[in-house]
């Protein structure tokens, strides 16, 4: 139901942009998030916005180099990610969660994933 796109190889320092789009079906009222999984790593938090965009919420590691967005009439959520660095390097992926309107770092309440999308970030 949702597919992210945009990942890729970057040098340390530069940046990217992901998007995600789902196919189906809106996700314009659900609160939507992005989280990442670096290679032999649990599945971490990245970033998540409130359905109308006015909230959002980073994990510190990210705070400041990544930007969450969300354009509702195109249906589409994006990060964008500067000055990526190697630590970056992993596979992310968008999820939405129905349950209420506030952006939260908890992956228990998201109910819908997406296939990810690699960034793998060299020094």
């Known amino acids: 139901q949702l597919q992210a796109s945009g990942g890729g190889l970057v040098q340390a320092g530069g940046s990217l942009r992901l998007s995600c789009a789902p196919s189906?079906?809106?996700?314009?009222?659900?609160?939507m998030g992005w989280f990442r999984q670096a290679p032999g790593k649990e599945r971490e938090f990245v970033a998540a916005?409130?359905?109308?965009?006015?909230?959002?919420t980073y994990a510190r590691s990210v705070y400041r180099r990544f930007t969450i967005s969300r354009d509702n009439a195109k249906n589409t959520l994006y990060l964008q990610m500067n000055r990526l660095r190697p630590e970056d390097t992993a596979v992310y992926y968008c999820?939405?969660?129905?349950?209420?309107?506030?952006?939260?770092?908890?992956?228990?309440?998201?109910?819908?994933w997406g296939q990810g999308t690699k960034v793998t970030v060299s020094s």
């Open positions: 916005i409130a359905w109308g965009g006015g909230s959002t």
């Open positions: 189906g079906r809106t996700f314009s009222r659900f609160v």
């Open positions: 999820a939405a969660t129905s349950g209420g309107d506030h952006p939260t770092s908890e992956a228990k309440y998201y109910d819908h």
